[in-house]
């Protein structure tokens, strides 16, 4: 849940983050928290103030670093800082607040207040407080570079989607246009016989955007990458297709897939030929789609600065521009009467795609992942014309409506 107190947001910021941020994705048990302090480590160690977040419960990040994490961040090695948020905390202060500034509609209702000591986080809650934490980390400037350690996919994906889908489901239930009318609620109240929405809803509304739009301009920056980790072999395969598809509708960019606990190729121990040919066939196709870095298996779990260092995770590269991931509109009106919607999507096959027009919006699903996006202003007096896969890329054809055109006297 997210602060229903205000806070000393400055607007000036939200379109940009000053740090770059990579976000660390992977499935379970593939080593991405490992690979996300190894990366914060590295990075360090070159002089770069870093920052690591993580939402384990189980504080894997704390093992690996070989220091305790907690609610409060701690410095993990010079230029280090580690920090794994308490959803609880989080969770009980934002519920009490609610609960004060609902107080009349609850002694009303003669609803009983609940302590702070019975409450526990719902589910989601860990989420929630890794999205706080990665924009009060963006806001506060003190870092140079944020590593986000992602919870396992697909929830990681689900997470990042999050922020998007509650300021449109906060648009949808209470419109801020409809805030003008704040001096015509007492009287709109007693004509219609129903109580209007309280003053504080609509201001509680209204800070949740602001919040939630901060989280979403550091996911959408241009210093904003994801680093998808997974073990070369099928289930990994598995696991960046998904990854792909879920990232791709997103319009989020992929800097690297780290190929984790790679068996060396010159081993005497025989046995290890099957998986060693099983780890090359899955990195062969992989680079087709993919920069990829690899990382080889220590033998052991990694555990402190040594065994972290010996990995050698890959570093940041500030040098080359990370390509910013656009959907372009083409104009084909001169050629074929049609305006053309241009979305990337590698890796889409036809058969998991479907699109449906529901007014100014497109409701886009690809496999297991639907995005409602809006569309832009020069396709919103069109009606849809059709739509192909074309190399990784789906191609929506729109043609000009006289009849959504608007109507002059």
Request: proline share 10%; with cysteine; glycine share 8%.
């Amino acid at each position: 849940m997210f602060s229903t107190a205000p806070r000393p947001f400055r607007a000036s910021r939200l379109p940009f983050t000053p740090m770059r941020t990579i976000l660390i994705m992977g499935p379970g048990g593939s080593g991405r928290t490992t690979l996300a302090a190894a990366t914060a480590l590295a990075e360090a160690e070159k002089g770069t103030d870093t920052l690591v977040l993580s939402a384990d419960r189980t504080d894997t990040l704390g093992a690996a670093l070989g220091v305790g994490t907690g609610p409060t961040p701690v410095e993990a090695a010079p230029r280090l800082t580690a920090w794994r948020p308490d959803p609880a905390r989080d969770f009980r202060k934002d519920l009490a607040a609610l609960q004060d500034r609902a107080s009349s509609a609850l002694d009303l209702l003669g609803a009983s207040r609940l302590d702070p000591e019975e409450l526990t986080p719902l589910p989601g809650a860990e989420e929630l407080a890794l999205l706080r934490a990665l924009r009060d980390a963006a806001l506060a400037e003190r870092h140079d570079l944020l590593v986000v350690d992602l919870p396992p996919l697909p929830q990681a994906l689900a997470l990042l989607a999050l922020p998007e889908e509650l300021r449109r489901y906060l648009r949808r239930l209470l419109p801020p246009e409809r805030q003008a009318a704040r001096a015509l609620r007492p009287v709109l109240g007693r004509l219609a016989g129903v109580p209007m929405p309280a003053e504080w809803l609509y201001d509680t509304a209204a800070r949740w955007d602001l919040e939630l739009a901060a989280v979403e301009a550091v996911v959408a920056d241009r210093d904003t990458v994801v680093r998808l980790v997974a073990e070369p072999g099928p289930a990994g395969a598995d696991a960046l297709r998904t990854a792909g598809q879920g990232l791709a509708l997103r319009g989020l960019r992929t800097d690297a897939v780290v190929a984790n606990r790679v068996l060396p190729e010159a081993s005497p121990d025989t046995w290890l030929a099957g998986p060693v040919a099983q780890q090359r066939k899955a990195l062969e196709e992989w680079r087709e789609s993919y920069p990829v870095r690899t990382v080889a298996h220590l033998g052991r779990d990694p555990r402190g600065a040594d065994d972290l260092t010996a990995l050698e995770a890959p570093g940041v590269d500030r040098d080359t521009p990370v390509e910013p991931v656009e959907w372009p509109v083409t104009d084909r009106l001169g050629e074929d009467g049609v305006l053309v919607w241009h979305i990337p999507l590698p890796g889409a096959v036809r058969d998991d795609l479907d699109l449906v027009r529901r007014g100014d919006e497109l409701v886009v699903t690809v496999g297991r992942f639907r995005r409602v996006v809006p569309l832009p202003s020069a396709l919103r007096r069109c009606t849809v014309d059709g739509a192909a896969l074309r190399e990784g890329e789906l191609r929506i054809r729109f043609a000009p409506d006289p009849k959504l055109w608007p109507r002059t006297r």
